[in-house]
């Protein structure tokens, strides 16, 4: 079955930068678009930008773009997320996901 699995995350200051991993199975990878989204506090879900199966061609939330990097690993079956220039409204746990399958998430938590 499709397992994903996050890491990465943590308490970081405003300003600041992370790099989230992926690491997933029971599927092909390599043939899957794969995308991250993020829930804050009290909010719904939020699509956060979304790679092809090559790793040529990205799309990303207006609220993260030229600030966050997806990116992937076909030969790991591994996917990533490089956030910098953190802002406290970045504050959420993230989600790997194919289409809508997503694993157990990975806090990430912007504070000074």
């Known amino acids: 079955q499709v397992q994903l699995v996050e890491s990465g995350g943590g308490l970081v200051q405003p300003g600041g930068s992370l790099r989230l991993s992926c690491a997933t199975s029971?599927?092909?990878?390599?043939?899957?678009?794969m995308n991250w989204a993020r829930q804050a506090p009290g909010k719904g879900l939020e699509w956060v930008a979304e790679?092809?199966?090559?790793?040529?061609?990205?799309t990303y939330a207006a609220s993260v773009a030229g600030r966050f990097t997806i990116s992937r690993d076909n030969s790991k079956d591994t996917l990533y997320l490089q956030m910098n220039s953190l802002k406290s409204e970045d504050t959420a746990v993230y989600y790997c996901?194919?289409?809508?399958?997503r694993g157990q998430g990975t806090q990430v938590t912007v504070a000074s």
């Open positions: 790679i092809n199966t090559e790793g040529t061609f990205a």
């Open positions: 996901r194919k289409g809508l399958t």
């Open positions: 029971g599927f092909f990878f390599s043939s899957s678009v």
